[in-house]
Nanobody, 114 residues
Framework: VQLQASGGGLVQAGGSRRLSCVVS????????VAWYRQPPGKQRELVAS???????IYTDSVKGRFTISRNNARNTVYLLMDSLKPEDTAAYYC?????????WGKGTLVTVSS
């Protein structure tokens, strides 16, 4: 099982970016999926999560700006980030429960310039 995150890059403050996380390999089922981020010099933190049925949770700092969604048929989870701020600059990681086991993808870097 592999998780491939993509979509990072440089964006101006106020702009938008969409991250994707594709799960591949021998997949029986994918349970909850989450996006985490790790700003430079700081600890990794939960950004948003989504259950298989679509229930979502967001950390307070991104509520109203970020939207997590998933396409179960494509084994893909998205994170749409709007109204980006410099403090959103971080490496973003996806985490998924696959076949009852947790997996992490490699990070994708988002840099928001002021």
């Amino acid at each position: 099982v592999q998780l491939q995150a993509s979509g990072g890059g440089l964006v101006q403050a106020g702009g938008s970016r969409r991250l994707s996380c594709v799960v591949s390999g021998r997949i029986s089922h994918i349970d909850g999926v989450a996006w985490y981020r790790q700003p430079p010099g700081k600890q990794r933190e939960l950004v948003a999560s989504i259950t298989r049925s679509g229930d979502t949770i967001y950390t307070d700092s991104v509520k109203g700006r970020f939207t997590i969604s998933r396409n179960n048929a494509r084994n893909t989870v998205y994170l749409l980030m709007d109204s980006l701020k410099p403090e959103d600059t971080a490496a973003y990681y996806c985490n998924a429960g696959v076949n009852g086991m947790p997996y992490w993808g490699k990070g994708t870097l988002v840099t928001v310039s002021s």
